[in-house]
């Protein structure tokens, strides 16, 4: 409706842009559809190297293989903590294209060194988390798209293609692995992400306007911008933010640690096999998909929403303690049904911020909401891997038919009474969330004090040129993002 009013150069450089389609108006406008086969497409592709990536860490790192998992992962997640701000004030200025294909091609990048290399492939995984903030991007692309009433459907729609990618992939990968073996899995996840990055090179149209981008090319990236404590060093100007990101911290922190060891804990305790792993996480995704559609849609209607965040922290709690108690195979299938449901508490945590929060002061708490979850992302892979070294839970030798530990009969191995030390734990962590979030209030209008009101007006000038919505709305991610290698 707008597009009558683009001055002429920037008319042309649309049409240059979609010329190859020929319907420069239509054809070439971003879609929610774009950002939901990107994001299908690199998870997949991760997917599917389930199972070699659990044979690749035993093998590289045979005695301290939880201790060196949670490392890497810690490594990777503190790098995308610092680096998320940065690269969502340059996608402000720059578009959103060219860095989801940066995002893109470093988080593939680590793919084929699987085989290549085992030892580079893990110091990649490391370095990539530089530029592994996708998910940042993507709702960025998809708040330039939307209008602002749409916006929760499209996040809600990435976020169930995120779990679905994770429903098949993994069944898929063992399948290859068990009948072709790894290299086949790792050949196949690795043309799944050039057929990704090709996408998103060829395909995927810029969401950002070019007016807006024009008007702001060559704006100075302010340091408050690209700082990623920015966020953190508010936390205290208000008593309900305080509680809120609190709370986030102690959920999110066990949940993070979780999803970076909680495959191998399947493999070397549980000692399920690379196609019960799968089936499991298919089992997982599946439930998670209705919980945080229908059954999220219907608590937040009947309980009210703060009572669903209560709710989602109450299965999180009874899932860490089932895990950390659970010594048979049934205790894990019905713990991961738990687990599923437990997804329903962050969305509702957004939900809830989103309604005591002035109208002016969504950005800020939501940023300061992501940069929590950031540095747990950090945080949580490395505190479970050190907790696992200090109860000596080691990979045993597996076989490699099976995945199942190789078991000598004349020593029977006695299980511990607490086979899952790090998931009690966080079980705790958790319990103090569930009382720190029974006293945040669930109607008041928050005012987040700024640092003065000069920096808040210079500040403000140097962002009216951007768009200011994917500041805001892109910090929604789903709880399985960080389940992302």
Not at 349 to 356: C, E, G, N, Q
Request: proline content about 6%; hydrophobic content about 50%.
């Amino acid at each position: 409706m707008t597009q009558e009013k683009i001055p002429t150069e920037t008319n042309d450089i649309m049409l240059v842009r979609n010329m190859r389609d020929g319907t420069p108006h239509t054809t070439g406008r971003a879609k929610v559809s774009h950002a939901v086969v990107v994001i299908f497409l690199e998870f997949f592709a991760w997917g599917l190297l389930t199972t070699p990536m659990l044979t690749v860490l035993h093998e590289t790192f045979p005695q301290h293989t939880f201790l060196m998992n949670g490392l890497i992962q810690g490594v990777k997640g503190l790098l995308s903590f610092l680096s998320a701000p940065l690269i969502g004030a340059l996608s402000d200025v720059w578009g959103r294209k060219s860095f989801l294909l940066v995002t893109v091609f470093f988080t593939c990048a680590p793919i084929p060194l699987m085989r290549i290399s085992p030892w580079w492939y893990f110091a990649m995984i490391s370095v990539s988390g530089v530029f592994a903030v996708t998910f940042s991007v993507i709702f960025a692309y998809v708040a330039d798209i939307t209008e602002e009433h749409e916006r929760s459907t499209a996040y809600g729609l990435v976020s169930a293609t995120f779990a679905a990618s994770l429903v098949t992939s993994p069944a898929i990968g063992a399948y290859l692995s068990a009948n072709y073996g790894d290299s086949l899995v790792v050949l196949v996840a690795t043309i799944i992400a050039v057929v990704d990055i090709a996408f998103v090179l060829l395909v995927v149209p810029e969401s950002l306007p070019d007016k807006m981008r024009l008007t702001s090319w060559g704006s100075p990236i302010s340091w408050e911008q690209a700082d990623p404590f920015a966020s953190l060093r508010r936390v205290g100007k208000d008593p309900t933010v305080l509680l809120i990101c609190v709370t986030v911290f102690l959920s999110y922190l066990p949940e993070a640690g979780q999803y970076s060891s909680f495959f191998l804990y399947l493999r070397q305790v549980i000692e399920f096999s690379p196609a019960v792993i799968a089936a499991f996480i298919a089992m997982v995704g599946i439930l998670s998909i209705i919980a945080q559609t229908l059954l999220l849609t219907y608590f937040m209607r009947t309980i009210g929403n703060k009572n669903t965040v209560l709710l989602g922290l109450g299965f999180q709690l009874f899932q860490l303690a089932w895990y950390g108690f659970g010594s048979e195979p049934w205790m894990m299938w019905a713990a991961g049904t738990v687990a599923a449901m437990s997804s329903i508490t962050f969305p509702a945590v957004s939900a809830l911020v989103s309604r005591i929060a002035a109208s002016d002061q969504q950005g800020c708490v939501q940023g300061m909401i992501t940069g929590i979850r950031g540095l747990c992302n950090g945080l949580g892979p490395a505190l479970y891997g050190f907790i696992f070294f200090l109860f000596n839970v080691e990979l045993n030798e597996l076989d490699p038919m099976t995945g199942r530990n190789k078991s000598t009969p004349q020593e029977p191995s006695e299980k511990p009474t607490i086979p899952g030390p790090p998931f009690l734990f966080g079980a705790c962590l958790v319990l103090l969330a569930l009382l720190v979030a029974i006293f945040i209030p669930d109607h008041r209008s928050m005012a987040v004090k700024t640092y003065t009101n000069t920096r808040k007006i210079s500040t403000s000038n140097n962002l009216q040129s951007l768009n200011p919505l994917p500041a805001s709305e892109e910090d929604i991610e789903p709880l399985l993002q960080d389940s992302s290698m």
